[in-house]
């Protein structure tokens, strides 16, 4: 697969003054929607975890506007609005709203679930308003709709492709009774569809507002200039690099299967204000769950170009247009359907992590520490404690970030391409029948060096009342595969996972599995930290009496 040129328009000129204003108007708006998601959600994981993104279009579906939310999914969400177009084209009308998750028509794993709605002004498309957000349970085997052991999609839940939510502003009640019937939690799923469709609805308004103050031309014209001028500032920061050719590789532990350890191998070469990126080198799609869809391949790209090559820049998909990306179909990293994806997430993160190396490879003085990429994911059929329904609960736990040239790694946070807190202890035992034992900082997990790498997570969670089937998963457990430091900084602790029965007994535990677990069983993480970055004889007194006090080490 090749990124091509786009074309770009040659827009009537408009004075930068109306052009700033007017971009940031539909900045400020995808923001707005995202905190009217926020605010109107009902699971943890939207409310609480902030697992969404919002962002606006134009008519034909290129992101020019985007709330930073979560990379893996604002890179891919254009993707799915050219679905809707291919699949609808003129039987697109006013108040529709539209649904997709499925990952090969451009949306990334069955739980990300993709709303968008076309804006109409004077009964013609003028741009979209659309939403991602991790939904937790859309059926299929394990609650929660994620495992390593998957085979295929079907397996993973409800594969919805571009069809309608709401049809010309009356909701499709089929589709609905529909989704209620096949999901473990479908108060909790159906809430959150209607909150995504509240935020959508919010950043219409918000465009027919900019088209009334400046006008559907100007508007235009704003839209088709945010994207070329991020374009420019790709190609200008491109020039002003050296050309030159650059690789590296990173490995999962396994192929979600218990199978041998995956390779994610990207190769890179700039030449000019150009960038050609190729990940041929990457081993065949895996038997398990761990297969990336191009959409979140493609959010990687845009995800670790944008922090490498111009991190200053805002991020549309102007950005592409600098890029050539060979990846052929039927790798890890580009699988042929249907392959399953529902843990892809920890393989885009090995691969945003390779994709820097290989950019530092290139251009050494951007090497940084690497970050956690173990991506620990914990997924719950449990249940409400007061009303003793049945509940979904999906955790995610962060680790360390890499150290640079600047100063220290960040502590416990998700990192690279996710961008989502871990649950708070409270959220998790009044809305499931688990208890969090313990969340806290790992002292030695970072990496040392001039610069220590942040430190990795411990958290523990016991199944209270009743057994309950539960998904855990994770990367790096694998001791050579920890995150490495830089410039001879010293890599970061390894994750490791620990399973603690009733009677006490504690035992190893795999990287990933789908199991149940009795009541009292615990599961206990911990994270990998991050890289370090520099000769750690360089580190200054005060920073290690520093370390020495807070007990970091």
């Known amino acids: 697969m090749t990124m091509q040129n786009a074309q770009t328009l040659a827009p009537r000129q408009i004075d930068p003054v109306t052009f700033e204003v007017a971009a940031a108007g539909l900045q400020s708006a995808a923001e707005e929607m995202g905190s009217v998601l926020k605010r109107s959600s009902y699971s943890p994981i939207i409310r609480d975890m902030d697992d969404f993104s919002c962002a606006l279009f134009t008519a034909s579906g290129d992101l020019v506007a985007q709330a930073d939310y979560i ?315 007061f009303t003793g329904r049945p509940a979904v609960m999906a955790d995610v736990v962060g680790g360390g970030t890499g150290a640079t040239p600047f100063g220290d790694g960040i502590d416990g946070v998700d990192t690279y391409m996710s961008n989502v807190g871990v649950m708070p202890a409270e959220v998790v035992e009044t809305n499931y029948s688990i208890r969090v034992l313990k969340t806290e900082f790992v002292a030695g997990s970072q990496g040392e060096g001039q610069f220590n790498g942040g430190l990795g997570l411990r958290r523990e969670y016991m199944i209270l009342d009743h057994p309950q089937r539960v998904t855990f998963y994770s990367e790096q457990t694998h001791e050579d595969f920890r995150p490495s430091g830089a410039a001879g900084g010293s890599d970061g602790r390894a994750t490791t996972i620990t399973l603690v029965d009733p009677s006490g007994r504690e035992i190893v535990a795999p990287s990933k599995a789908s199991t149940t677990l009795d009541a009292g069983t615990v599961v206990r993480v911990e994270t990998a930290g991050g890289g370090g970055y520099g000769d750690p004889g360089l580190r200054s007194a005060e920073d290690r009496a520093a370390d020495v006090a807070d007990g970091r080490l």
Request: glycine share 10%; hydrophobic share 40%; aromatic share 6%.
């Open 71 to 385: 990379p893996a999914q604002l890179g891919a969400m254009s993707l799915v609005v050219k679905s809707v177009l291919d699949r609808w084209g003129d039987r697109i009308q006013e108040g529709d709203v539209y649904i997709c998750n499925h990952p090969y028509l451009g949306a990334m794993h069955l739980p990300d679930i993709n709303i968008i709605a076309p804006v109409f002004l004077d009964g013609t498309l003028l741009a979209w308003a659309g939403t991602a957000a991790h939904h937790i349970d859309v059926g299929g085997v394990n609650p929660g709709s994620e495992g390593p052991e998957l085979q295929d999609l079907f397996g993973e839940g409800l594969v919805f492709p571009p069809v309608r939510l709401s049809i010309a502003g009356v909701e499709n009640e089929d589709l609905i009774a529909l989704v209620s019937d096949n999901i473990r939690d479908p108060l909790s799923t159906v809430s959150d569809l209607r909150a995504q469709r509240a935020a959508c609805h919010l950043g219409i308004r918000r465009v027919l507002e900019l088209a009334e103050r400046y006008g559907r031309p100007t508007l235009e014209t704003v839209m088709a200039q945010m994207l070329d001028s991020v374009e420019s500032g790709v190609r200008t920061a491109l020039r002003n690099l050296p050309d030159g050719e650059g690789q590296a590789e990173g490995f999962l532990d396994d192929d979600g299967r218990d199978g041998a350890p995956t390779r994610i191998h990207v190769a890179v070469r700039k030449e000019g204000d150009r960038l050609i990126i190729d990940l041929s080198g990457c081993d065949p799609q895996t038997a398990g769950a761990m297969n990336v869809p191009w959409a979140s391949t493609r959010a990687g790209i845009v995800y670790g170009v944008r922090a490498v090559v111009a991190p200053a820049l805002g991020a549309n998909d102007g950005l592409l247009r600098a890029l050539d990306v060979v990846a052929p179909q039927g790798i890890v990293l580009n699988p042929l359907p249907p392959a399953a994806v529902s843990i892809r997430h920890n393989t885009c993160q090995r691969f945003a992590d390779t994709l820097i190396r290989a950019l530092s490879d290139l251009w050494p003085e951007k090497a940084v520490g690497s970050s956690t990429v173990s991506f620990f994911c914990f997924n719950a059929g449990s249940t409400d404690p």
